[in-house]
C-alpha cells in the first residue's frame, strides 16, 4: 500500500511541484532499494523536462502558425498523461510515462 501512494504523488506532483517531488521520492526509494519507485521518479522528472522543452518550443513556433495546435495538443498531453498514471497507480497496474517509456 505504501507504494501505490508513493506512485499516486508521484503523478500528482505534475500538478503543483513536478520536479521537486520526484526528485525526494527518488531519494527516499533509493535509500529502500524499491527499484519500481525509483524508475517511476525518474520518468516523472524526464516527461515534466521533456514536455516543458516540447511547450516551449511550441510557444516559440506559433509565430508561424503551427504552434497553436501543437501547444494545444501538448498541453493536454502534460494534463492528461499524470491523471492516467495516478488512475493506474491507484489500481496497481505498471504505467510507463510516453516519450520516456521503459527506456530508464
Given at each position: 500500500m505504501e507504494k501505490t501512494g508513493m506512485k499516486v504523488l508521484i503523478h500528482a506532483?505534475?500538478?503543483?511541484?513536478?520536479?521537486?517531488?520526484?526528485?525526494?521520492?527518488?531519494l527516499v526509494a533509493h535509500s529502500t532499494e524499491d527499484d519500481e519507485v525509483k524508475r517511476l521518479s525518474i520518468q516523472a522528472i524526464l516527461f515534466q523536462l521533456v514536455m516543458g522543452v516540447i511547450l516551449?518550443?511550441?510557444?516559440?513556433?506559433?509565430?508561424?502558425i503551427i504552434g497553436i495546435p501543437m501547444v494545444i495538443g501538448?498541453?493536454?498531453?502534460?494534463?492528461?498523461?499524470?491523471?492516467?498514471?495516478?488512475?493506474?497507480?491507484?489500481?496497481?497496474?505498471?504505467?510507463?510515462?510516453?516519450?520516456?517509456?521503459?527506456?530508464?
Open positions: 506532483s505534475a500538478f503543483f511541484a513536478p520536479f521537486l517531488v520526484p526528485f525526494i521520492i527518488f516551449f518550443i511550441s510557444t516559440l513556433l506559433i509565430v508561424v501538448f498541453g493536454l498531453m502534460w494534463i492528461i498523461v499524470p491523471i492516467i498514471g495516478i488512475v493506474k497507480a491507484v489500481n496497481s497496474e505498471t504505467y510507463n510515462y510516453p516519450i520516456v517509456g521503459r527506456w530508464i
